[in-house]
């Protein structure tokens, strides 16, 4: 027996079968990343404890809860990508 779907679940179900839906562009590498996401997840070997601003914390759940992700991961895989050089600070001049 299907359960009924919920409220969100029939306004996601309506917006798709209205072709509202788009498809992700540069799907592969879309899926590099979040295969990359899912690799830093799992390696997990050392525990840090930070103290950060309730502010930035904040805004880091918000970021990703956008990207799909547990902000835990978010702040690991920025950490990767600043450490390895794949993260710069932008020039404000």
Known sequence: MKRALNKEEKHILDSFEKGEW???PNMKSEIKKHVEYAKATTRKDKRVNIRISARDLESIQRKALEEGIPYQTLISSLLHK??????VEKRTD
Request: hydrophobic share 35%; aromatic share 12%; net charge positive.
């Open 22 to 24: 788009k498809p992700v």
């Open 82 to 87: 600043y450490v390895n050089g794949r993260m």
